[in-house]
C-alpha cells in the first residue's frame, strides 16, 4: 500500500528523534531520506526549554538558502511545527541546518548542561509515494549481500516466470 502524506518519526526514518540545541546558539545537521513522489512538507515535535530562557528562535537552512525561522514558545513541552518548504531534495534525500538562538532571562545565563531540545520528532510529508517498479527500488542504496529464500514449488508466472503477480 502506496503511503499518502505520511508522517514518520525520524528515528524510524534513521536520525536521532531527539534533537538537541547546545548554548545560545546551537546547530543540528539534519538529514532525512525522501522516499520517491514525496516532499518534506515541516518537522513536528515537542519543545523542551532550557532553565532560565526568555526568548527563542529557530532557523532551517540548507545551503545558502534560509527556509523558514520559527519564533520558540516560552512554556515547556509544547508542540511545534517547523515549516520545510522550498527544501530541495538530492539523491533521494534532505540535509538542513537547524540552528537556534536563545536570549536568557535578564541577569541570567543559559546552563550549558541543559539544552534546547525537540523531542518526539517527526517529518510529515506531502506528496503521494511512487510504488517500486523493480527490487532496487526498494532495496538500499548500499547492499553487499542478498539472499532470498523460496519454497522447492513457487508459484511462477507463466508470462514472466516471476514469483510475483506480473504486469501486462
Request: net charge negative.
Amino acid at each position: 500500500m502506496l503511503a499518502d502524506a505520511p508522517t514518520l518519526g525520524l528515528a524510524d526514518v534513521g536520525s536521532e528523534g531527539t534533537l538537541a540545541f547546545y548554548g545560545a546558539e546551537g546547530t543540528v545537521l539534519l538529514t532525512v531520506p525522501v522516499p520517491e513522489g514525496l516532499v518534506p512538507a515541516e518537522l513536528t515535535a515537542v519543545v523542551e526549554i532550557p532553565v532560565n530562557m526568555a526568548t527563542g528562535t529557530l532557523t532551517v537552512a540548507q545551503d545558502d538558502r534560509t527556509l523558514s525561522r520559527t519564533v520558540l514558545p516560552n512554556t515547556d513541552q509544547v508542540p511545534i511545527t517547523i515549516p520545510l518548504s522550498g527544501v530541495s531534495v538530492v539523491d533521494n534525500a534532505i540535509t538542513v541546518i537547524l540552528r537556534s538562538y536563545l536570549v536568557p532571562i535578564e541577569g541570567y545565563c543559559l546552563d550549558p548542561a541543559n539544552p534546547l531540545r525537540l523531542i518526539n520528532a517527526n517529518v510529515r510529508y506531502a506528496g503521494m509515494e511512487t510504488a517500486p517498479r523493480t527490487i532496487a527500488d526498494f532495496l538500499p542504496p548500499v547492499l553487499e549481500q542478498l539472499t532470498i529464500f523460496l519454497s522447492p514449488d513457487p508459484p511462477i508466472c507463466c508470462r514472466c516466470g516471476v514469483e510475483f503477480d506480473c504486469v501486462p
